[in-house]
């Protein structure tokens, strides 16, 4: 285990406690492994790189398992399989009808095939384990047991963002050993983005950078990609009065008094993932108005669809119905939108009185803005209410005088709305310009 801490010690850094938990668990390949473990932590804190470089090492019979990727159990046994016989020198067509499977059974049965070709340890890695729970109520407690139903040296381990508290299931399962990744300390963190320096830069001068950044980020943020992002856009603010001479490099007080307020207003937006070139302003910072707005937008935590359905609404109450057909026709080849050819252009007046909207034009909307083919269901019309129910929209007149369709008005503003659609990399303005033939 020395050998192995010593190696990944270069490439896997404030992790040593948990590897080495990990690996006196599932390190010894002719030593019985655990039933299951159910590693668990925060976004970002190491889960899925510290197992498949620790599987890596110990030259498993692995497979991975990306639980959002997969419909249901049947899909994901198939799967496995697939991973587990890619070693075995048979023909593919072999293979596949030696060991597929529909259930449980079968699964079990092929794992015991599996094993007379290949003698090694067998692990189950399910990341993101928590799409189980929508699955076959007796999923769960099966793979969980693999070891005593099948009895072969197999181990099952389970990656997730929450506690095992939420994995109840009505038949009961085995509780799987625990293993909890911390969130990384300040320390700790500013150790991990020093490995971003650039080389032209001195590691003391990017340290006192990282701990300017730190200071103002580390409270409200402990996700390492989002760190990593920011910290990447800021110092190329940080270092603009050092290349144009204005600042001595050893001078921080007057560097932290340059970068303070844009540490500040980017703070703000920091799982927005806003581009370098939106923080380019003349006074380095983002107005007060917008710092609010994105608080606020982002406050809601719309579902993914609600989020288009609200960009509809707002679409459908500041452009008139006559140049629908100009502005959300899709083109032939079936490729994004795209507006038509120029004569007169002419900009939507966001200023203007939001106009009055019936359900069907809204869903129209909906429909052709998005880049996929969706049912309109019981599921995405309920968002309607929700968003009335949050004050996103509201019914237009007496709904119970509305004998076609419910006519509806979007109350929210522009930068409300451009925040929203920025969350799912939905570009606005392209849609509030018509071209009229």
Known sequence: MEKYLE?????IKCREKVIAQLYSLIGAANEPMPESIFVYGHTATGKSLVIESLLKHLNYNASYINCMEHLGSKHMYNYMLADLTASINEPSSDVLSNYSCDNIMDFILALKKILHSDQRPIVLVFDKCHRIRNFDVTFLPAVLRLRELSNVNICTIFISEITWDKFNTKIGTLNPIRIYF??????????????????????????????LFLSVFFRFCRDLNELRHMAKVNFAKYVEP?????????????????????????LEVIYLRVSAGDFSQPDYQISREIESTTKLALSFELPFYAKYMLIA????????????????????????????????ATEIDLKKKTRIFTVSRML?????ILDEKVDINANILAQISTMCQLGLLTVAGDHSLQLDEPKFKCCTSYDFVAVVAKTVGFDLKNYLSMSID
């Not at 190696?7 to 490439?11: F, G, I, K, Q």
């Not at 990384?184 to 950078?209: C, G, I, S, V």
């Not at 050092?242 to 844009?262: F, G, H, M, Y």
């Not at 452009?319 to 050819?341: A, G, L, W």
Request: hydrophobic fraction near 35%; charged fraction near 30%.
């Open 7 to 11: 190696e990944v010690r270069n490439n």
């Open 182 to 211: 911390p969130q990384y300390t300040k320390e700790e963190l500013a150790q991990l983005l020093l490995l971003d320096k650039l080389a032209k830069y001195d590691t003391d001068f990017y340290k006192n950078y990282l701990n």
């Open 242 to 266: 050092i290349e144009s001479k204005q600042i001595d490099p050893d001078n921080v007080t007057a560097l932290w008094r340059n970068i303070s307020a844009t540490l500040r207003s980017n």
């Open 313 to 344: 609404a707002y679409l459908a109450s500041h452009s008139p119905v006559k140049y629908d057909q100009h502005i959300f026709m899709k083109q032939s080849s079936k490729k994004k939108k795209k507006i038509r050819s120029i004569k007169k």
């Open 364 to 368: 129209a909307i909906f429909c052709a």
